[in-house]
């Protein structure tokens, strides 16, 4: 971090601030402009958070941070990808992870059939929601453990590893012990109590951005669950919110190589929550895999028109089928395997 | 709600939507334009939400929402100002709320300080974080427990009722044991599990806005808590993200009046965290009453250089003093009291 | 558009409000529900924009679009792709475009060497700026008509058609004696002044989005273009103004697909604007070409660390070759050709 | 500015960047961390934009701007408030600015009706459009030079002084015979060649900020008007575009207060364009004032339900003289006139 002084600081200001930064146990470096001085601090930059407060300082212009404030989930701290296995099937690496499956578990028939069609034409995860985080109070709110147990059945049917939400610490033990892996939603990326109770379960993780989360703030919610002993890690993009309304989200294929320019960790792309529509699916499946992306996840309905969430933007089973055979040769050119 | 039909649909597509629209027992009335026909949905709103998946349909070009899906919130269904009463503190009438206090509890003679002198400015209730909800691992996650004890004896010594946030549910009953009221943060405004949990608790709530929550969304939030049974909510605006960084966020305050249309809920104005800078904060604080607000949340602290947490947007007593001074009369102008 | 009463509107209210409608020259249709009567607007919707001033009567809740109201850039009135030529070259098929060249013209040196190199490496026109709108009124402006001309002798040189914009209405002859097509930049999407006379040129446009322009507006202003009567007009999408600072801009693929379904007309992506860093663009435009554009604007430059104007985005020659070397079998695949 | 070099870089790169810092005529000054160091650069921070070109080197991470880029327009350049006549009206002191008056001029009756009655509660100013830019190529476009007539002969026949929107540089002389202040709208902030051809006039301006104008580029604009010998500048907030649809723009009061700060320019407010409706339009006015608003802009016609353009947010002439007669007492205990 650098310490801007004001234009006019005196020599009693600037040392007045070095001596503090020199009580966190910093160093400090002074440049001085024709204007302006710098207080530079030297150091680990994941302690430097409290020196915000200076900017409190009558004498201080700005407090600028120079450096990322996570540490574990950078490529400088770890410059090999991250890879990773669940249930036997690979995480990271070249081989393409496509994870499907309707929106909420609705029924045996639903989840089953979706599954069922899902496998067969290649997707390598299966995804439902059995806790469903719903705007509004008056929504299907999710089948809740019997959906945890359909999803079980399914992967037995399957092979399937599944991936679920799941939205309170005191409901991962019972998510954890019927899912491969555990979604953190969008809305709850900086649920910090629920991030440090996922890391403890030691559970792959699937860390879904906000739609208001900067690339930092999200390497530092995944920075939560790395600390916590918990180095198995996805990070999906999903769609931020714009002004834009012709899509439900601006999905952000931007954050795709400035993760993997940042970060080791593995990133999939969700253009179902990204668009908002099925039409704009496949576009934005392909664009993901071409922007760098190890995955995707896939909203698949067998009657979309009749879904009890987010039917407009799902896929039915044939389309779905369509999208994964033009995204085989894609993915050869980009030297992955899918 | 409405449906607008694809030019070139023909009355077999015009009657399966009318159909499936009144499987879901709505009533249709049909309109043809000269390009489009739109089918009409008669009936509550809050119940419709599921025909959002009839998008998914080849012949439906979209889904138009007319009504605000949210009921026990709005004007319509309550149209007199919702007024209650905290600890003995009126709020929602003429008399403005004004919560002060540090961003977080660092020690007892820090809290008790702050509590006294705020106080002593006319400040009617104490805020103070012992949960905090941090972006980084690695900064102050909060006193805890401890904190909330300092907060009742702070609430003893000046009769302050305090206000304070909850960020899980199993947490809920510790928090309530201790806060006369209870904060949802705006990182966890669609903390759905949370929402309903401190509904249950009968605790008055305070409602943050999330940094990226439409007024609609958060009126919605606001229902959960309502249709839990929980009538005494005050919404929150804090600051919206935006691509603006000369602030650290938006405080939108054209919230206030389109609130004051929409819902009887009182609202109150955090400029601390709005602008992110302690020299902003007087005046969007007195935008924040002009604007109609019924309060204002302000962060103190007196030493805001070492402040463990938003060190550069909190007031110095002797700031925040002077500014309860300004504000005094233009309450008045304005037909409130403080 | 659809006109939604406010509920306890009197027949009287709706009948005033039906009589404004057809004043207009528009039909109407009533729809009245349980709480809310709804009065429709049968007719084109192009005329429709001053209803809007309805929703100031007090009876009024609010004036809702149904349809988009550009016409001539509508896939509904013209449902075939839009392709042309510009110089032979041809836009808007199965060929890729490539627009490739540096941000500013700054020598005659300088162009000769990117677009040679740029032409070798398969760029099928050459961009460069004469005219420049800079944001500071201490940075380089540009050569103006020095530039326009160097831009002419490096056409004669590779045979690739110019592009290049041109910024106020009285500087259109200048530029169009010299260049095959002119750019409109992202600060002036909106310049309907300058619409109006680029229009009239009958000059190929290249309409580049504004920063905050929603894909509506921006048709809008294509409409303006082709309602002027100039048919040949491409829509390049260069990133919008968000929250996420990562990036320069936030590169909004999303609106590829949506385009291709709202407008006919070519549509290219500009990764090098859209992110802002050298090192993502690569990555972006293979996901543009995925995403489905009909081409791409690249900056590239012989010493992008001297460069007088976004030398972080540009590419170095080689750098350039490389990603069209990429590009090409990525193309094929698309079923494109480059 | 800062040039962070990457973890890594030798000695003969740090040079190479210092030597390169030289050539363009600036002082370095270095500093090692312990993973990075740091080159920073000594001298105006006008000239330095060029120097952004160096984040393309191989071995840079960043190139951190610690300055603000305007001179004129900041007030460390200028400490006391820009103060001027227009008209015998002033402006940027004590005194508080009302610009009243249609959106567009739309006929000599309207005109005449709106100009008197707005004069009557109190407007200082008398705003109205000839000249339009409007979204849809098929909405009225202004009564361009005749409407420009009848605003002068509604400046006679009320002593206001009058405010217009001029749209191209070529029509600055024609505007300026008529209007006594020159209105630069949201859409040509940074029409670059507008701002340098409006300098040269001489006539005051009204600059208003784009809807996606950071405060900084807002400045920059405004430096294009003072470095052009044009001191006369009142900058007007007017709404952003954000994610939030409740209201047209979101009105940036924040601005206020962060303008105020970094410049010495007079700005006002308008919470016409701001909000899109005319109910919130009283609350956002007071609330402008009382962030600390030099004046405010706001829309009156006689019969909005039949405007020609913006009928939504424009006030009829009894509820602005309503909303004069409030304002009054709020800008006395502000220490405003009003």
């Keep these: 971090m650098i310490i801007v002084m004001k234009p006019g600081s005196t020599d009693a200001d600037i040392e007045e601030v070095s001596r503090r930064v020199r009580a966190f146990g910093f160093k400090t470096h002074l440049s001085r402009g024709e204007v302006r001085t710098i207080v530079g601090v030297v150091g680990d930059d994941r302690g430097k958070e409290q020196l915000l407060a200076l900017q409190s300082l009558e004498c201080v212009e700005s407090v600028v941070r120079i450096l990322q404030p996570f540490k574990l989930a950078s490529r400088e701290a770890h410059p090999e990808d991250t890879q990773f296995q669940v249930h036997g099937v690979p995480v990271g690496g070249k081989q393409i992870v496509v994870m499907a499956g309707p929106c909420s578990v609705e029924s045996r028939e639903q989840l089953m059939e979706v599954a069922t069609k899902a496998k067969a034409a290649g997707a390598t995860f299966l995804r439902g929601g059995a806790f469903k985080p719903r705007t509004s109070p008056y929504a299907f709110q999710g089948l809740e453990e019997e959906g945890l147990k359909l999803l079980a059945d399914a992967r037995k049917a399957t092979g399937l590893p599944v991936v679920t939400e799941v939205m309170q610490p005191d409901k991962v033990d019972v998510v954890a012990e019927y899912a491969d892996m555990l979604q953190i939603g969008a809305r709850n990326v900086q649920n910090f109590s ?145």
């Design 194 to 338: 629920l991030l440090k109770r996922v890391a403890e379960s030691g559970k792959p993780v699937l860390l879904k951005r906000g739609m208001s989360t900067t690339i930092q703030e999200w390497l530092l919610s995944a920075e939560y669950l790395l600390a916590g002993g918990n180095p198995r890690v996805i990070l999906c993009e999903r769609g931020i919110r714009t002004f834009e309304t012709a899509t439900r989200f601006t999905l952000d294929l931007n954050a795709v190589p400035v993760i993997k320019k940042l970060s080791h960790l593995p990133v999939i792309v969700d253009p179902s929550h990204g668009t908002g529509h099925w039409e704009y699916v496949a576009a934005m499946a392909r664009a993901g895999l071409a922007a760098g992306a190890d995955g995707l996840m896939i909203e698949v309905h067998n009657k979309p028109e009749e879904a009890l969430s987010d039917g407009p933007q799902s896929l039915k089973p044939d389309r779905f089928k369509k999208l994964m055979d033009e995204l085989r040769p894609l993915a050869q050119i980009l030297g992955r395997i899918l």
